[in-house]
């Protein structure tokens, strides 16, 4: 499966998708993350994504980037800040599971 994370400037972002990689490794998840700019999401998205998701520093451009997302029939998801974070993947892991659980069938 593979998701695109995206932030401002798609470097923090990185950190945050190396978290998550590790804990769906650890559940048993096969899955890929990407990191994107805001700039470069519109494009990035059609690349052939199960989900998108949103760091919460730029939840104020989530409705710009939900359209592009929903364009490409890609569903979106806005982290919560304790997913955002150095050891927050288990925490991304659950919401996803929570609001978005059929991308992971």
Do not use: N, T, W
Not at 3 to 26: F, P
Not at 36 to 49: C, L
Not at 84 to 101: D, H, N, R
């Amino acid at each position: 499966m593979r998701v695109i994370l995206v932030c401002s400037g798609g470097m923090s972002s990185a950190i945050a998708a190396k978290s998550l990689k590790e804990a769906a490794q650890a559940d048993g998840i096969d899955m890929e993350v990407h990191e994107s700019s805001s700039v470069k999401f519109q494009e990035m998205v059609k690349e052939d994504y199960a989900l998108a998701l949103v760091a919460p520093q730029i939840r104020h451009h989530f409705d710009r980037l939900k359209k592009d997302a929903d364009s490409a029939g890609v569903p979106i998801l806005q982290i919560k800040p304790r997913g955002y974070s150095p050891i927050g993947g288990k925490f991304l892991l659950a919401q996803i599971k929570k609001e978005a659980g059929q991308v992971l069938k």
